[in-house]
């Protein structure tokens, strides 16, 4: 059976839909300006399960996020394949 | 693959840091949704407050576990000043005409999540916050909010998760006793079937 959790402060008003929306375009925005200044470039990646499952397990047994392990894999794959082609 | 984890190959991890006030996680946690989290976040940062609010709803076990993984890291050290400026939050949410509950006491926690966000060391880039008493109160001070439902549009933008589960999700933290109300839930619903099909 799925746990329930006690709702947080069920009495206190919350935002609307068009509040809900204008969230998601401010933060969109937000992050894009995050990924110009750190020079990141966002990649959709579909895994299949159960690999999404087992990286997402394997992620937060070594306190990582699947984010985080992908980005470290292809940077690791970047540094290891593709530059010495370019230094040679 | 254990060389991956070394602290040489560590320093080129960037961080997407956020702070959290209770309410959004308790709504990730509802409707079983903290992969989203964990998708679009790297780190959320909790003032020590809101520790005793997850064992009042049952998910302190939940929470627990990310603080050991080190995706929840809850900031406890806060200084006189900051203790002083939460108050004054705490007591202006009180006073907030949307609010019911009156008690400063009692709107401490997403006080020092704002506080969090207005520290000068703060990485954090938004706070995630659903009330709208607080929520003022975070826009009066230009911090960059987002509530529980606007992440789920994201993640949906995003190819995450699907229209469907964004209905579903709501839907559930709505039956779990969450205040998001029928119209909220089906207006974001019916946006994101809109856009969707525009695609």
Known sequence: ?88 | MEYLFNKDTMNHVISRIVVSNTGPMISALQSNCMHILLQLYDRIYIPVDEIQEYRKHGADQEIGKLIESGFIVVHQDFVPEENEAAKVIAAEIADHHLTREKNPEHHLPEAFAIVLMLGKSSQAVELLIDELAARDAAHRRKIPIIGFPGILVRACWQRIIEPEDVLLALTECQRQGTHYSTKLINEVYRSLKDSSKRL
């Open chain 1, 1 to 88: 059976m799925k746990k329930k959790y006690e709702p947080h402060e069920p009495d206190e008003e919350l935002l609307s839909a068009a509040e809900a929306i204008q969230d998601a375009k401010n933060s969109e925005a937000r992050w894009q300006r995050f990924e110009k200044d750190q020079r990141i470039c966002r990649v959709l990646v579909e895994l299949p399960e159960p690999a999404f499952s087992k990286l997402e397990k394997l992620a937060l047994q070594r306190k990582r996020t699947v984010s985080n392990l992908v980005e470290e894999v292809i940077t690791d794959l970047v540094d290891t394949f593709v530059l010495p082609e370019e230094k040679a």
